[in-house]
């Protein structure tokens, strides 16, 4: 076999890089289209999957835990799962008091391991993802918010009112 010179070689390579310029646009467009949807399609499996272990925790939590330090009125607000479906962060409200909110969290903490291997049973994946329990507190932010701005438009029209009288 003839080695080849430097020269042809370089011609070969810079011949090869070009390739890929003289491709029309609409292959380029094609592949950024099948590459996003096939991250929508891994997307849309997440989210089958946070909507199921949500539907099955949250079952679990009301009848099949039996624990006395989790509050009756405790339900499972959001979950989160990683991509590579490994992790499952599982975001609980407790309606009830700092105690019953702590308590709660630690029976479920406690717990996790049961709450794992029942979803594991409940649901075909190649790996169960870890539970991680964290306290959702976006709902009493929610009503502190909701109570401010109440505050706020009542004092807005006591002032309205002041104004008009005062003007009177």
């Keep these: 076999m003839k080695p080849?010179?430097?020269?042809k070689w370089n011609e070969r390579r810079r011949s090869r890089r070009h390739q890929g310029a003289q491709r029309s646009p609409l292959?380029?467009?094609?592949f950024f289209r099948e590459k996003e949807r096939m991250i929508s399609m891994a997307y849309a499996r997440v989210q089958r999957l946070r909507e199921e272990?949500?539907?099955i925790?949250?079952?679990?939590i009301r009848n099949e835990l039996r624990d006395p330090r989790i509050a009756p009125i405790t339900s499972v607000t959001e979950v989160d799962v990683t991509r590579d479906l490994r992790y499952a962060t599982i975001?609980?409200?407790v309606l009830g008091n700092e105690e019953e909110k702590k308590n709660t969290l630690e029976a479920l903490e406690h717990s996790r391991g049961l709450l794992r291997k029942e979803i594991g049973k409940k649901i075909s994946v190649r790996y169960t993802p870890e539970m991680l329990i964290k306290?959702?507190?976006s709902i009493e932010k929610g009503v502190e918010m909701h109570q401010k701005i109440?505050?706020?438009v009542k004092k807005d029209k006591e002032n309205r009112n002041q104004d008009e009288d005062s003007n009177d």
């Design 4 to 7: 080849t010179s430097s020269k």
């Design 27 to 30: 292959g380029f467009l094609q």
């Design 53 to 55: 272990i949500k539907k």
């Design 57 to 60: 925790a949250s079952h679990i």
């Design 91 to 93: 975001f609980i409200s």
């Design 135 to 137: 306290m959702d507190e």
């Design 150 to 152: 109440n505050e706020v």
